[in-house]
């Protein structure tokens, strides 16, 4: 991979001053990767690169239909000074599974390990040892032909940015509201919910300001057809917890894949808790509050690792879980997990790699 270095990189000083106060997507890091696609030539011109804007075409087909897939991803400096990623190798098989679902070509999996490992090799540093502080990585890929027809494009650009973030509760963990929506839903059966592809996200924000219209900080999707089967959360996936039992609704195919959901399902077994993949129906979900069933519920995903959720409405009512307080069980796993990401805990399960 060609190594072009920033001739303006952020000052160490500049630095210090950025995790002092990272916030969210506020910052990019000196450089970012490019590998281009085109029919004739597949990959080629894998690069790191200084981060700048693009020049495109106002006829770029990304611009029109939409072709655009992303990924989230995190990586953490341990306490022996390097820097490591979380299950990778997952976010690179299900980018492929998003590519293919939008008629996009796949990025081998070997291609984005070896582009985040060059890319961290240039902008390690970009990786605070602060408590709490990490790189959120963001390899993302988008149709580049010029041209109006409704097509796969024949030319594509992968790029991977990335953005040092701060705890996600700087204040403590705070349960979370959301809002069960019945009026609009995320994904149906054929869909592209299993993808990780922009217009999903698009498709979402309507609901989310509905969410907050009701006073949640979250929407809660159910299924499109029977309009009665949980499905996931805002850009996180959902756990219910009955005593011991840890349950997540099933990978129907209009839910995404997360990489967390999967870890917790692994991390229960070690703990001693009881994980199951079942269809839960907000009326399961009400009568296993108003019984004391179901005693914690929380989601889970890159961003914030483990939400505890405290509080649930939808048009039939309001419900707190757990007095709305961070329950033991979810106070548990996210230790677990967030111990094993930052390297305090044993990496029992080989999750992380090594990028620099
Ligand atoms: C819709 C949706 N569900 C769930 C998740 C959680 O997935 P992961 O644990 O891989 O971050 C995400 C975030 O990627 C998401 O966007």
């Known amino acids: 991979m060609r190594i072009e270095r920033n001739p303006s990189a952020v000052s160490d000083e500049d630095l210090t001053r950025i995790f002092d106060e990272p916030g969210f ?36 087909s990304v611009m029109h239909y939409g072709q655009a897939i992303f990924e989230g991803l995190k990586a953490f400096r341990h306490p022996n000074n390097h820097v490591y990623a979380f299950r990778p190798d997952q976010n690179a098989n299900r980018f492929m599974k998003s590519a293919l679902r939008l ?40 149709a580049t032909e010029v041209g109006l027809g409704v097509r796969p494009s024949s030319q594509y650009s992968f790029f991977i940015i990335a953005s040092p973030v701060g705890p996600y ?11 069960i929506s019945t009026e609009f839903v995320r994904a149906a059966p054929g869909g592209t919910g299993e993808a990780k592809c922009a217009g999903n996200y698009a498709a979402s924000l309507i609901a989310q300001a509905q969410a907050a219209e009701h006073g949640c900080d979250q929407v809660v999707w159910i299924d499109a057809l029977e309009r009665k ?58 009568k296993g509050l108003e019984s004391g069933e179901i005693t914690e519920v929380f989601a889970c995903g890159t961003a914030a690792a483990i939400t505890p959720i405290g509080t649930i409405k939808s048009d039939q009512g309001t419900w707190s879980v757990n007095s709305g307080q961070p329950g033991d069980v979810t106070m548990t796993l996210r230790n677990h997990l967030i111990g094993i990401q930052t390297g305090l805990q044993s990496d029992s399960h080989r999750w992380l790699m090594e990028l620099c």
Request: net charge negative.
């Open 229 to 286: 089967w949980i499905e996931e959360m805002g850009g996180m996936n959902l756990f219910f917890v009955y005593g011991k039992k840890v349950v997540t609704p099933s990978l129907t195919g209009t839910l995404l894949r997360g990489i967390t959901r999967d870890s917790i399902l692994t991390l229960c077994k070690d703990l001693g808790f009881e994980p199951s993949e079942a269809m839960i129906s907000v009326d399961d979900l009400r």
């Open 103 to 142: 008629q996009m070509p796949a990025l081998p999996e070997q291609m984005f390990i070896d582009s985040l490992r060059n890319f961290m090799q240039v902008d390690g540093r970009w990786v605070s040892d602060r408590p709490e502080q990490s790189l959120y990585i963001r390899p993302f890929m988008i």
């Open 25 to 60: 997507g506020k910052y990019y890091t000196d450089h970012m990767v490019q590998i281009d696609w085109s029919k004739s030539d597949g990959w080629h011109a894998a690069r790191v690169q200084p981060y700048a804007p693009l020049s495109l075409d106002p006829a770029t």
């Open 169 to 179: 509760f700087p204040q403590g963990v705070k349960p979370v509201s959301v809002w």
